[in-house]
């Protein structure tokens, strides 16, 4: 039995360029072929000049194949390049016939393949058709406008992932023809070659372009579209950049628009560009009934997973606050969704929304967060720092102490009425739970917005009345990235409530107060006015959020109510200085009174392991303090948060 010789992959590359050699020489003579380019955005001079070379396969059954032939090309050549093939009587055939032909060509600049665009209108014959697979080439590994474009020293500004190779050429024709002043931003195109978009592909991408390029998804907005979109997330979502989408409307691709008009062009693609993942919510929430309490709940747990997976924390935040917005659900219900306070994990790409549900190996990782505002303390360990808090019950503000064990890390909060109203009290309830949660998972600054975020939603609620509290809160960790390890303390602010640092050599504030000092004012317009107390200008509700990151070794933070900042700075120095965070809280009880609200913070230092037992004391010391200040009277109730079932099924 004689073995078949492998091809030559250097024979298959020469019948490719040969075959596109003969189709370049169709093109002109085929008037519809040059309509179907001009349609689509394509001029003649552009379509048949490198780099894109395109041509026209003509009608016949064996033009090609004669062509080829004549040119010393074996049969057997011709069926290895994927360039003929067996009729139903044996005879060779062409693969392309009376189509437009795109040249497909590998990293080296090679032409490996082909996809042509049917030019018959018959209902029975593909749109498009690709070069099946060959000893040079798998489609799932190139994609139709790299090697024409990426590389060498020319980078685009963002890349474009589009649906066909047409869109491709459109766009490119953009970067020509338009001067800096229209087009500012010029993409790259590139589009899959008769596949859906694939891990490899992705990955060469990937290496073609610096690492911080945009790339932009053009989808068309129909039902076929938004599924095309939501699988190329799945392998997209590692894309070293930013990643965008623009939604066009049904019936409509970026070739199309560029026949209409190429500036018209560019400010319409601009103008639909958005965060991918912020489609994919909106597309996801559009499967439900949300006029109805089930599906808006099936669309929250549709929703949440793709915002917990988002590595911009501040993009995490707006979004949680769209959702809340969207859904008319309380905030903390959607924090929750989103981080769950506890240690299961889901599948953020499932096709279904689903209640929560353990799925191992899942990427969408759920976080344990310990509230020590509650009873008791977790093991000092993951503490890692020690702390003492008062807070008589009469007091108009609200502490929390929330502990990451994910991270190691810690965040403090006080938030404290602007008033002693009713829903003064409750905002500043409200806002150090929904802040206290927050803040170990996406930093100080945006759990100062997602707790303003909860307290607008919460008070716009028929018959909640009108709250509104200052807040400062103090993470272990710098910024918005709660990392593993030791870091900087970051404060973020909002109101007059303030924060201290200490170090062995200074004592001072670490914020400023949002306030008009000096003015008589009402804090609210049925508040009594105050006279020399200053405006605020800033709270959780509104204005400003002020952040400062501290550099320095600090030996103790003090986070404290406006009764302490009626004190002398010495005095508190004086209360704090030398001395453990539970003789620190006692002593500033002595010298603030009664309605003294303060959190003392020190921080570990070498060798500084606390134990159970007198984190224990601690706890007990400073509520025996707050005990002897004032007896407990009847807090005013805040309104049940609306609460997710614990199971629904999918509304239809």
């Known amino acids: 039995m004689t073995r078949q010789l ?5 024979r298959l590359i020469a019948a490719h360029e040969a075959a596109n050699t003969f189709y ?12 179907y380019l001009r349609s689509r955005g394509i001029m003649a001079a552009t379509a048949h000049t490198p780099p894109w070379t395109i041509g026209y396969a003509p009608r016949g059954w064996t033009h090609l194949r004669e062509h080829l032939r004549a040119a010393g090309f074996t049969d057997a050549e011709l069926l290895a390049a994927g360039l003929v093939t067996t009729a139903g009587n044996g005879n060779l055939i062409d693969v392309f016939r009376n189509r437009v032909m795109f040249p497909i060509r590998d990293p080296d600049g090679h032409i490996v393949a082909f996809t042509g665009r049917d030019l018959s209108g018959r209902a029975n014959t593909p749109k498009y058709r690709n070069t099946t697979t060959t000893a040079i080439y798998r489609k799932k590994h190139l994609l139709y406008g790299m090697a024409e474009q990426l590389g060498g020293n020319t980078q685009p500004a963002a ?6 190779p047409a869109d491709v050429v459109a766009v490119a024709r953009l970067r020509r023809s338009l001067g800096g002043e229209e087009y500012r931003q010029p993409y790259a195109a590139v589009a899959p070659c008769g596949t859906a978009l694939t891990a490899e592909q992705v990955a060469r991408l990937t290496d073609a372009v610096p690492p911080d390029t945009p790339l932009v998804v053009a989808f068309d907005a129909d039902a076929a579209g938004r599924a095309a979109i939501d699988k190329s997330y ?7 950049g930013p990643l965008d989408a623009i939604a066009l409307p049904t019936g409509t691709d970026p070739a199309g628009l560029v026949a209409k008009g190429r500036t018209r062009a560019v400010q319409a693609l601009e103008k639909a560009r958005r965060p991918l993942v912020d489609h994919l919510i909106d597309t996801r929430l559009a499967r439900f009934r949300l006029d109805e309490i089930p599906g808006r709940f099936n669309a929250l747990y549709a929703a949440a997973p793709l915002v917990a997976a988002i590595r911009d924390t501040e993009h995490a935040a707006r979004l949680s606050a769209h959702l809340a917005t969207r859904l008319d659900l309380d905030p903390l219900t959607v924090f929750e969704a989103i981080y769950p306070p506890d240690d299961t994990t889901v599948d953020p790409y499932a096709p279904t929304a689903q209640p929560p549900t353990a799925v191992p190996g899942s990427p969408y990782r759920r976080r344990t967060a310990t509230p020590l505002g509650g009873a008791g303390f977790p093991d000092p360990d993951q503490v890692g720092h020690q702390y003492a808090r008062i807070c008589p019950p009469t007091a108009v503000a609200t502490t929390w102490v929330e502990h990451d064990p994910a991270t190691g890390h810690t965040a403090w909060v006080i938030a404290e009425g602007v008033t002693d109203d009713p829903g003064d009290r409750d905002a500043a309830r409200l806002a150090a739970e929904v802040a206290g949660r927050a803040a170990v998972l996406v930093g100080a600054h945006n759990a100062v917005d997602i707790a303003r975020t909860a307290l607008n939603a919460h008070f716009a609620q028929p018959g909640a009345g009108r709250g509104d509290a200052t807040i400062a809160i103090v993470t272990s960790f710098d910024g918005d990235r709660p990392v593993p390890g030791r870091g900087r303390f970051t404060v973020a602010w909002a109101g007059d409530t303030r924060v201290y640092g200490a170090t062995s050599r200074w004592f001072a504030p670490l914020t400023v107060d949002h306030t ?3 003015q008589s004012t009402r804090r609210h317009a049925e508040a009594v006015a105050v006279p020399g107390e200053g405006a605020l200008t ?5 204005g400003t959020i002020g952040v400062n990151r501290i550099d320095l070794p600090v030996t103790h933070l003090v986070i404290a109510g406006r009764t302490l900042s009626r004190t002398a700075l010495e005095k508190v120095r004086e209360a704090v200085e030398q001395r453990t965070p539970v003789r620190a809280v006692q002593q500033l009880a002595r010298i603030g009174g009664a309605s003294i609200v303060a959190l003392v913070v020190r921080p570990r230092q070498a060798g500084d392991r606390p134990n159970a037992a007198k984190l224990a004391q601690q706890d007990q010391a400073a509520s025996a303090v707050a005990a002897e200040l004032e007896p407990a009277p009847t807090r005013p109730t805040r309104r049940a948060l609306l609460a997710a079932p614990a199971r629904l099924q999918p509304v239809r």
Do not use: N, Y
């Open 516 to 518: 008009l000092h000096g």
């Open 159 to 164: 890349v474009m992932l589009v649906e066909g």
């Open 24 to 35: 370049i020489g169709h093109l002109q003579g085929e008037p519809r072929a040059l309509a």
């Open 538 to 542: 800033a709270s959780v509700r509104g």
């Open 234 to 240: 799945q392998v997209l979502r590692g894309w070293p």
């Open 6 to 10: 492998e091809p030559d992959p250097l």
